[in-house]
């Protein structure tokens, strides 16, 4: 069953602009996850953030997670036409992985 | 990492017949993992298939729908029986290698049953 609760459900923005999408949860976890995936096609992993972790960066991600809010954020700077996908949040705990809802990114050129 | 083949990519099936989706991973694996993502939502754990044991499923798939086969540690199969249009989906099979809890996915199999 889903654990993660995405929002917005769609998002769009034009190039150049910053994208933020949420992430809500309900259990403890292990760590959270986010993929994305174009056009209804295979999942591609973006970036892993432990439980101990509150902030980590990847190239134009950043993620950030408040486990006393149960909650993490995706944001992807400088957006391009190239991102535009749906992107899901997974949290991960003891061996047993949920994704959210997602969120469909437009970036329109 | 992994790099994992599946196929077919795509394919209409008629009401009452059987698809059966392969999944070939280009490492060992432990775990394989079975997904089905419906129109619009997110994905949903079918499955989860270990190499010389009975697959275990989740709650609302059970194997007569869904049998599964995992013959060794680089291949799995899942077949989607007794089709019908409720059974349009996208299905995905994954992988996690050794303990570091990210997955890989195929490019997934979009079946439409008429």
């Known amino acids: 069953s889903q654990q993660g609760e995405e929002d917005p459900q769609a998002l769009s923005i034009q190039e150049g602009e910053n994208a933020t999408m949420n992430c809500s949860y309900k259990?403890?976890?292990?760590?959270l996850q986010w993929y994305r995936q174009n056009s209804g096609r295979g999942l591609v992993h973006l970036i892993l953030?432990?439980?101990?972790?509150r902030e980590k960066h990847s190239g134009r991600l950043r993620v950030t997670l408040d486990t006393s809010k149960k909650s993490s954020s995706l944001l992807i700077t400088a957006s391009r036409a190239a991102d535009t996908a749906s992107y899901f949040c997974a949290t991960y705990n003891n061996n047993d992985m949920r994704f959210g809802a997602g969120t469909r990114l437009t970036v329109k050129p | 990492s992994a790099v994992i083949s599946q196929k077919p990519s795509r394919d209409i099936c008629q009401r009452g017949t059987s698809l059966t989706i392969q999944c070939q991973v280009d490492s060992q694996v432990t775990m394989m993992f079975w997904y089905r993502q419906q129109p619009g939502q997110s994905l949903t754990l079918i499955a989860t298939a270990n190499q010389g044991s009975e697959a275990t499923y989740e709650s609302g798939f059970v194997i007569d729908k869904f049998p599964i086969s995992r013959p060794n540690l680089t291949f799995s199969t899942l077949t989607v029986s007794n089709m019908s249009p409720e059974d349009s989906s996208i299905y995905l099979c994954s992988v996690e290698t050794g303990h570091n809890e990210k997955l890989f996915f195929g490019s997934g199999t979009q079946l439409s049953v008429l």
């Open positions: 953030i432990r439980s101990n972790e």
């Open positions: 259990t403890s976890i292990n760590n």
